[in-house]
């Protein structure tokens, strides 16, 4: 995702840390932005959770639902009770991806997704 434009939600506090979206073709691409520093120099390295652009309706729903959940081929979403979430994918190459977000990063991607930031750009 290193050329490709991505979102970070606009409820992001100061320290723009959040989920990160970005669209490739009829890919979507998400990220965990706390691990930018990490792949400054090899942004191309940088994990990232790939599925199709058709899976986004029901991940958005997902997201919108404030359950635990998965879309087959897409992502599970792990919502735990203090707040924080594990998103749980796989990368381009296959292989699994998993990152972690704290309570602040849940709250703003939920309210960018219900107001429709990482819908198509």
Same mark, same amino acid.
């Given at each position: 995702?290193?050329?490709?434009?991505?979102?970070?939600? !606009?409820? /992001?506090? =100061? @320290?723009?840390?959040?989920v990160a979206v970005g669209r490739e073709g009829n890919l979507v691409l998400i990220q965990d932005s706390k691990q930018d520093a990490d792949c400054v120099d090899i942004p191309a390295e940088q994990p990232t959770i790939v599925?199709?652009?058709s899976?986004?309706?029901a991940v958005?729903?997902?997201?919108? !639902?404030? /359950?635990? =959940? @998965?879309?087959q081929?897409?992502?599970?979403?792990?919502l735990h009770a203090d707040g924080t979430a594990a998103f749980?994918?796989?990368?381009?190459?296959?292989?699994?991806v998993r990152f972690e977000f704290d309570i602040?990063?849940?709250d703003a991607w939920?309210?960018?997704?219900?107001?429709?930031?990482?819908?198509k750009p």
């Open positions: 995702m290193s050329t490709v434009k991505r979102k970070i939600s !606009s409820y /992001s506090g =100061g @320290e723009q840390t959040c599925f199709a652009d899976h986004w309706p958005r729903d997902l997201a919108l !639902s404030s /359950s635990s =959940g @998965e879309v081929g897409a992502i599970a979403i792990e749980r994918g796989i990368d381009a190459h296959d292989q699994p602040d990063e849940m939920t309210k960018g997704v219900a107001d429709g930031e990482f819908d």
